[in-house]
């Protein structure tokens, strides 16, 4: 896997919308991937917690025939946390402060997730 672009995609995200504040990509098992995190935030436990509700927000999403899910956002009183399914083993989160505009996150994201699961596929492929 190309550490170096999947680094470079995530500080490319941060720079395209004000306000977002630390970013992560994990495994869908809960994994960590890559973090780009404040030393208050423990990256491997955000990646977890993220597995966690993004399995959980997949599965009600099938269940009620909604369709493959994109994405979750819990906002909190001092920002939000939007969490992105990038393909289907991976996913991305991003916190952001109170000041971020969630819906130009969610337009700036997606040809981010996209060339991120290129990146994570290639890892997969030369596995093979």
Known sequence: MDHKA???E?????EQVTGITDTAVAAA?????AA???DSIDPEGLAALA???LGLARRTSEATARGALHRTVTYGSHGCA???AV???ALMVVLGDEGMDVERLHRATQPALR?????????TAEGV
């Open 10 to 14: 995530m500080r490319g995200l941060r």
């Open 29 to 33: 098992d809960g994994l960590l991937i």
């Open 51 to 53: 597995a966690a509700g």
């Open 36 to 38: 780009d995190t404040a």
């Open 115 to 123: 060339r991120i699961d290129l990146i994570l596929t290639e890892k």
């Open 82 to 84: 939007a969490f992105y």
């Open 87 to 89: 393909g289907d083993t």
């Open 6 to 8: 999947l680094a470079q």
